[in-house]
């Protein structure tokens, strides 16, 4: 690649220290990190706006919808929680011929199908992984990889993903069998004659009980409170395209009218065995199965609250009842580590990021894929792509405009709530509400003069591949 290299210090070869490799200096280039959809999105962006840029990958094209990828999260069994129709990207859509919850391996072709269309694949450096991103006293950014090369960078797009780093908890007591997270579960197969415990309330807890229960002797499900479940489908449509094309109404009358229709529908949980919610529809991240219910009512999956103790094999719930088990599964969720450059993002759990994008402290640092919001994410991942990109360009073409926003963003704290009153967990501490937040978004895009959808000029005007997506061969 080009650029200038900054020389070796000498008084570090005087010293007799090892030499530490040149720095290869990308000027006016901005890093983008991690080639998920987050990262596909930012590079989309930038290229649009003739923006230079360089992108590296650990691993391929993909993120963590490639199975094979070291230590994705993904299992067979797995499908998007939000439907096809509310994701996608802008101007790039799903195939109209994919269902209306794609697995995960069609996910991963549309993926790589959008990469291919908008020519970011080749761009793309695989095989390459982070090391360190520091920042320097002129305000530029270092980059180091683990195999010893350094960059310079005007500016840096983290798209490293938010469920590599799972989180797991703490048994009280010794367990004797196999005690595991869900990142590492594949398919119903590694658990066939298993008396299984799943430990979770979330998309995946459920996902994975109802899936081990086809091979497993016995599967129990533990949850410590009680939750809000939604189905896949209502009248026949998704849910979310429902949602959307039903009348705006007040937050609270939101609640009250779908929290009372789940219930007309599906009865409360504590008819099957699952303990009722204590907060209102939408203070917590939805859960969308259609499936959990029908293997609780049919006796697939056994309902226990949360764990009292653990001794050799045998759990012990806070109701008193007791399971034998050989496995548990911990679906426990993820937290949101930056390994490279976790001192300029502040909490693992969440990110300290105006509009859960700009770093407010450190100029030209950049992050997409931690927002945690009630819907379906690549809408939002494509939507910060554009404003990083709009103010990066405004960096060359309107060095005002762009300070002005850098002073903005420092002191800007909107509330995203969206009129809910969001739960207390840690999970819960950096929720936003998805309307809220695309409102304000598009408010301070207004604010600002920026052009927040992409240039259409490369790849929308030929036929895009959807063959090669809809079989799962793209490359």
């Not at 290869?24 to 230079?52: K, M, N, S």
């Not at 012990?316 to 088990?325: I, K, L, P």
């Amino acid at each position: 690649m080009s650029g200038n290299v900054t020389p070796l210090s000498p008084r570090s070869a005087a010293a007799g220290q090892s030499p530490e490799p040149p720095v290869e200096d990308r000027r006016d280039a901005v890093l983008v990190i991690g080639a998920g959809p987050a990262g596909l999105a930012a590079a989309r962006a930038l290229r649009a706006r003739d923006i230079p840029y360089d992108h590296v990958e650990r691993h391929g094209v993909g993120g963590i919808w490639d199975i094979d990828a070291p230590g994705s999260p993904m299992y067979e069994a797995a499908h998007f929680i939000s439907s096809k129709t509310t994701s996608g990207f802008e101007g790039y859509p799903m195939p109209d011929e994919f269902p209306d919850y794609p697995n995960h391996r069609q996910v991963l072709s549309f993926l790589r199908g959008f990469a291919d269309a908008y020519d970011l694949t080749d761009r793309i450096e695989t095989g390459v992984t982070v090391a360190d991103v520091a920042k320097e006293p002129t305000g530029r950014w270092l980059v180091t990889t683990a195999d010893g090369r350094r960059r310079r960078y005007s500016a840096v797009v983290c798209c490293t993903g938010a469920q590599w780093f799972p989180s797991m908890p703490e048994l009280p007591g010794e367990f004797t069998g196999t005690f595991v997270h869900s990142n590492t579960y594949r398919n119903a197969d590694d658990l066939r004659g298993q008396r299984v415990l799943v430990i979770g309330g979330g998309n995946s807890a459920c996902d994975i009980a109802v899936d081990a229960a086809r091979t497993a002797d016995r599967v129990v499900i533990s949850m410590r409170r009680g939750y809000w479940f939604i189905p896949k489908h209502v009248l026949g449509r998704p849910s979310d395209v429902f949602a959307a094309g039903g009348p705006h109404l007040p937050m609270r009358v939101q609640q009250f009218l779908f929290g009372r229709a789940l219930t007309l529908l599906h009865g409360k949980p504590s008819r099957w065995g699952l303990q009722d919610p204590d907060h209102k529809l939408f203070e917590t991240h939805p859960v969308l199965n259609s499936n959990l219910f029908l293997a609780l009512q049919h006796g697939d999956v056994e309902p226990r609250p949360g764990i009292r103790a653990v001794q050799g094999r045998t759990v012990t719930f806070t109701d008193g009842r007791s399971a034998e088990v050989d496995t548990i599964i911990a679906a426990t969720g993820y937290r949101h580590r930056v390994p490279y450059a976790q001192r300029y993002f502040g909490d693992e759990q969440h990110p300290d990021l105006y509009l859960t994008a700009f770093s407010r402290e450190h100029e030209g640092l950049y992050g997409i894929g931690f927002t945690e919001t009630n819907s379906g994410a690549y809408k939002h991942f494509d939507a910060f792509a554009q404003m990083i990109a709009s103010h990066l360009q405004d960096k060359r073409t309107d060095p005002q405009r762009y300070a002005e926003f850098q002073r903005f963003l420092r002191t800007d704290r909107p509330d995203l709530s969206g009129g809910i009153r969001f739960d207390a967990s840690p999970r819960h501490q950096g929720y936003v509400d998805a309307d809220a937040l695309a409102a304000y978004r598009a408010k301070v895009g207004r604010k600002f003069g920026w052009r927040l959808q992409t240039g259409t000029r490369r790849a929308l005007d030929r036929t895009r591949p959807t063959d090669r997506v809809l079989t799962g061969t793209a490359s």
